[in-house]
């Protein structure tokens, strides 16, 4: 019996992982451009960190986390809490008051899986701590929708206001009294809501509960006046920047944590898993996991769902190539080639060769599969009389070139030859 990989976990097979390298560059590249600095976190935490910051009441935390109940600990299915976690634990504000930090890797959550909806996934996952300031929010997104573009990915913006301690209560129970009114024709998810989390009612996916918060009241029509005012000015900072944005009021994001701005980045190419990324202010949590008293805001990107929207999209991607692939032929050039090979890769060039004693043409066509820029030919009779031949492999143009005995300075000049300004150390 063949075992297979576990419902839900899935293999990124060697021509996809081509998608998802260029995908992680581009992301470490375009952080970097806004001052973001990579952190690299523990998969396992304490099972509380997720309880205190993500929210006892919320699917993630009721049920989709993978814990080991005995040993008290959680596999993360998010980054948000790991790395406020580290921050704290480190105090990592006291080298600099504003943090962008930065984590890319794998979050787990029981769901039911389904295209763009995995047991584990991966994101992407920016954080800005320590500064309370709407340009900070308009920033971030708007390096949300550089990395989009620079992927070849379309994708709408939407954004709210969640409001802050001060309003959000007032808002909460009138929304809970509307909710009530209209309990028997909500699904039995939201009724349970009302109780527990009446805001995550706003954004049940089912038609019907859709249907009946049309009417409800508007957290943006409840925001204080300084929450108000820092909502207007993140509006602001997205025109100033160039960033198309729609405001959507019933957009609650499904963790507790969120104050003031929340955003997702939106697209209708992916069936019903439409968020492609999300995030959003959380000015009270640092201080709420036993840190300091310090704002931030951060967002994730699901890899999985930018993948597949990348080949959908047909995004370009680097081909990797051979930079020069020795076909030997017979026995004593396969010996010449050997160490040839090994000093052109130490030199710093892709380079292959073929083990098993093949024809010319089946080698020409291995060189051609591992995308070869050239290929030297080497005859065990063209080693006698010192020359090879090396093949443009895109002109087919073909050159003699005399060998040298020695393999490491065989490698130098040929490295010379086939890569343009390539640095030689010899
Ligand atoms: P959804 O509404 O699709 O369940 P979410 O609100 O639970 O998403 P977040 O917790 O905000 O998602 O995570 C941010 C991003 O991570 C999502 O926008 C999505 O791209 C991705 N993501 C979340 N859960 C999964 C999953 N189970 N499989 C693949 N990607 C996921
Ligand atoms: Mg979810």
Redesign the pocket.
Known sequence: MKIKAIN?FKDILPEEAVRWRFMEEKARDIFGRFGAREIRLPILEKTELFARSIGEAT??VEK?MYTFADKGITMR??GTASLLRAFIEHGLHVQQPVQRLYTIGP?F?H?R?QK????????M?VEVIGAPEPAVDAELMAMGRMLLDELGISASLEINSLGCPDCRPGFRSRLIGFLENRRHRLCQDCRRRIDTNPLRVLDC?KPDCRAQVQEAPSILDALCDPCRDHFAAVCRGLEALGVDHGVNRFMV???DYYTRTTF??ITGDLG????????GRYDGLIEQLGGPALPGIG????????ALLMEQQETPLPRPATDLFVAALGEKAAAYAFPLVHELRRLGLSAAMDHSGRSLKAQMKQAGRTRANYTLIIGDNELEQQEAILRDMATRKQESVALQTDAAEQAHLLALRVRQNVIVHP
């Open positions: 839900g699917d993630i989709e299915p998010e979050m959550r769901e899986p763009g909806r995995l047991r584990q996934f991966h994101q996952d996916k994001r499904g963790l997702e980045f019903a898993q439409a968020a492609i990324g999300a995030g967002f994730a990107m699901g890899m999985e769902r930018l």
